[in-house]
């Protein structure tokens, strides 16, 4: 069984930066990061695979870096020039096989808690 805990969220203020970490226990193909503010449906953030293929949604591109150790069991989302409109819970995803990109995060067979970022203007 596929586990994740995140962690690594925070209050920061406009222009400011957080790493995300998820911790992934059990074997995983794609995994991701999605983001639910409240009100919102849930949105696609950052993907990566086992061959390192990543992939963004346009309004991070640039800012937010996924990555991941060298065995992919802890994920990364590096946040910079982060935004209020990033205000979010951040949800760790995961899939034991291919699932498609960042659109398809929240999609994912399993997902973690969440870690709750807030940005501040």
């Known amino acids: 069984q596929v586990q994740l805990v995140e962690s690594g969220g925070g209050s920061v203020q406009s222009g400011g930066s957080l790493r995300l970490s998820c911790a992934v226990s059990?074997?995983?193909?794609?995994r991701g990061w999605f983001r639910q503010a409240p009100g919102k449906e849930r949105e696609g953030v950052a993907a990566i695979d086992n061959l390192g293929s990543t992939s963004y949604t346009d309004s991070v591109k640039g800012r937010f870096i996924i990555s991941q150790d060298s065995v992919g069991k802890t994920l990364y989302l590096q946040m910079n020039s982060l935004k209020p409109e990033d205000t979010a819970m951040y949800y760790c995803?995961?899939?034991?096989?291919?699932?498609?990109?960042?659109?398809?995060?929240?999609?994912?067979?399993?997902g973690g808690q969440g870690t709750q970022v807030t940005v501040s203007s």
């Open positions: 059990g074997y995983t193909y794609t």
């Open positions: 995803a995961a899939d034991p096989h291919y699932r498609g990109g960042y659109a398809y995060t929240p999609r994912y067979t399993f």
